[in-house]
């Protein structure tokens, strides 16, 4: 059964650093990766999707790593911003099946002015 | 903002009530998903429906049943909610081409308390 792991739970930086989230998980026959942003109240955002073909991919302040044999992936956040607190989720998609997509249970970030 | 819409955004229901929860999305998509959200867990797929007409079950399908009606709607219905059922519901739609380039959509959610 995949597993998807998000740590820390939480973290807290200060405005301007650069950041890195991490996302594992434990069976490497995904399809794809995909990392999501939830504000409060809200659903969820897609940032980021990088197929298992894949190493990398940016959008503007964000690069998102991907490495299938050691299963794990960061999120590189890069001169944070007070907009950029919410909590940040991982999802794997399965290779084969009905797409099945698992996912992490998130980092909060809080980005203080 | 157009994309998928979750009706009710709240709602507080008694020990053995019914409801149901209803999704629509003006996509055009062809696959759309319900999930739950609780503290510490992650996201959890509770029924799927890759087409109009067909339904399957996720990985927490037990207290929930789903009507795929047409490609727009797709509820979830509570038959009798217990406070297990106390959580954020999403429903997701997928575009017919997804391969894993295109990203799911996600409504706002349904903040469903049991009491």
């Known amino acids: 059964k995949q597993e998807v792991t998000q740590i820390p739970a939480a973290l807290s930086v200060p405005e301007g650093e650069n950041l890195v989230l991490n996302c594992s998980f434990t069976d490497s026959a995904i399809y794809n990766l995909q990392w999501f942003r939830q504000d409060p109240g809200k659903g969820l955002t897609s940032l980021l999707l990088i197929q298992s073909s894949q190493r990398e991919q940016t959008s503007g302040r964000l690069n998102a790593s991907l490495d299938k044999s050691s299963g794990r992936s960061t999120l590189y956040i890069a001169a944070s911003q007070p907009g950029d607190s919410a909590t940040y989720l991982c999802a794997v998609k399965h290779s084969g099946g009905y797409q099945k997509v698992t996912f992490g249970t998130g980092t909060k970030l809080q980005v203080i002015p | 903002n157009a994309g998928v819409t979750q009706t009710p955004k709240f709602q507080v229901l008694k020990t053995g009530q019914s409801m149901t929860l209803q999704c629509a999305q003006d996509?055009?998509?062809?696959?759309m998903y319900w999930y739950r959200q609780d503290p510490g867990m992650g996201l959890r797929l509770i029924y799927y429906s890759a087409s109009e007409g067909t339904t399957d079950k996720g990985e927490v399908p037990n207290g929930y049943n789903v009507s795929r009606l047409n490609k727009r709607e797709f509820s979830l219905r509570l038959e009798s909610a217990a406070p297990s059922q106390t959580s954020v519901y999403f429903c997701a739609a997928v575009p017919p081409e997804f391969s894993g380039v295109v990203p799911l959509h996600f409504g706002n959610g349904t903040r469903l308390t049991v009491t």
């Open positions: 996509m055009n998509h062809n696959s």
